[in-house]
């Protein structure tokens, strides 16, 4: 009865404590959310965001899926991202043990030889003692500090499964928009070569009209430019895929090689694009996922922080054999035990736990701020792609025309020269627009398809 009243006692004096400060739940800043919007009135806002799409289903071509299947299992980023998930996993075990006390165990030998002139020396010359106990500590969570760490090693534990997320997500964009961009450049180097057969046909024509006294030496010299111009823009088109296909040979974990890949004309996009709604951006991109579960991991490490301020609630407990004589070691009367109950208030720690706090606030605010960033971020990124993919598809049908009209005075202006109706520089002009112009309309398809890997992937699709 009497250890019954002072531990009574002692919960009384701990209550009024534990009132002053309990551990507080992790609630979303949710005003931060519903101001978002993606400056379209193009989509359904309301609909199923195609990030819900799997990343088979938005890219169908089949070459193109063997090349992400291959950067997804070889890519070593994604691999990196997979080993931070572990060593967080084994944080996360850690923090749940928290809970349990603690156990060692410990055996001693002690030899000690007494000086003749001490209290025991003229009765013992040495003095030899065999131990072998076990010790239990354990720390009552009256305050939540241990729930607290292990809530903050658990969201750890999911930032850097939504981090390995967001590096798949990001490498599935990259090989995709990669990809579009070397068929692109293939469909450029078709455009280039037949554009260098049509000049060298027209600088045989032009000498042939030089030699009729038809014209000068000026066209035939600068339609041999002509001819050289084309071949140094097909020089840059080789070197410029074959540095692409070196860096999508580096994202699938590979040496640099030559890439297998389709035409460009059998591209297609086949998903209709919606965005959903703002709020999906909480559940579907990775990185956004990622950054709330670092505010929440220091939520929760603020919360601990806090806890360090109010006392400690110990049990330990130390119990075993102790004899001086090995043959009486295992015996009834070699048996013994401690059990001490601690209660330690801190007072005064050199400041650590002030400081402790105080950093830990600043980090929440950091973290709080890094979310609010990453969100905005997000936003831009998907409206910047809507704006892309509308703006791609208004210049295709522009240029489109533009490339009509100049193939036009192009045909108009050679037959005007063959007739002696037109100047030659008219024809060079005409056939100088028309290029740059059907390797623009070349480039803006491309555009199109980066815009629509770009809102895949803003929008956090791929991982799923």
């Not at 086949?270 to 990622?290: F, H, K, M």
């Amino acid at each position: 009865m009497k250890y019954s009243i002072k531990s009574i006692l002692v919960l009384i004096c701990i209550l009024p404590l534990q009132s002053c400060f309990t551990a507080k739940d992790y609630e979303r800043p949710e005003e931060k959310i519903d101001p978002i919007n993606y400056r379209t009135d193009q989509l359904a806002a309301d609909s199923a965001s195609i990030s819900k799409v799997s990343w088979k289903q938005m890219f169908t071509d089949t070459i193109l899926q063997n090349h992400i299947e291959e950067a997804l299992e070889n890519n070593q980023d994604i691999r990196i991202a997979l080993q931070q998930i572990s060593i967080a996993n084994s944080y996360y075990k850690q923090g749940k043990a928290g809970f349990y006390p603690s156990v060692s165990m410990n055996g001693t030998y002690t030899r000690q030889e007494l000086s003749p002139n001490s209290q025991f020396g003229g009765f013992f010359s040495s003095v030899e003692q065999y131990e072998l106990n076990a010790s239990l500590s354990w720390e009552a969570d009256i305050w939540g500090k241990i729930k607290s760490n292990e809530r903050a090693a658990q969201a750890r534990f999911m930032q850097t499964e939504a981090a390995h997320k967001a590096v798949k997500t990001n490498l599935i964009s990259r090989i995709a928009s990669g990809y579009y961009q070397l068929l692109a450049l293939d469909e450029q180097v078709k455009i280039t070569e037949q554009t260098l057969e049509s000049r060298g046909k027209s600088l045989e024509t032009t000498k042939a009209l030089k030699e009729a006294g038809n014209l000068t030496s000026v066209a035939v010299s600068q339609t041999e430019a002509q001819v050289y111009a084309a071949k140094a823009l097909l020089l840059n088109l080789e070197n410029d895929i074959k540095l692409l296909e070196n860096t999508l040979s580096i994202l699938k974990g590979e040496s640099p090689a030559s890439l297998k890949r389709s035409e460009f004309s059998a591209q297609g996009v086949n998903q209709e694009l919606t965005t959903g709604v703002a709020s999906d951006l909480l559940e579907n991109r990775p990185d956004v996922i990622a950054a709330e579960y670092q505010l929440i991991n220091a939520f929760e490490l603020t919360n601990a922080a806090k806890a360090r301020f109010y006392p400690s609630v110990t049990i330990s407990a130390t119990g075993g054999f102790q004899s001086l004589n090995p043959s009486d070691f295992i015996s009834p009367n070699s048996l013994f035990l401690n059990l001490i109950g601690g209660l330690t208030q801190p007072i005064f720690n050199q400041r650590q736990i002030q400081t402790g706090y105080e950093v830990a606030l600043s980090e929440k605010q950091q973290a709080y701020l890094n979310f609010e960033k990453t969100l905005l971020t997000a936003s831009r990124e998907v409206s910047d792609a809507l704006l892309n993919y509308k703006n791609a598809t208004q210049r295709i049908e522009v240029k489109t025309k533009e490339y009509e009209a100049y193939q036009k005075a192009l045909d108009d202006s050679q037959e005007l020269l063959n007739n002696g109706l037109a100047n030659y520089l008219e024809v060079l002009n005409a056939q100088e627009n028309a290029l740059n112009t059907k390797l623009e309309v070349s480039q803006i398809h491309f555009d199109k398809f980066r815009a629509v890997v770009e809102l895949y992937r803003s929008l956090g699709g791929g991982w799923q």
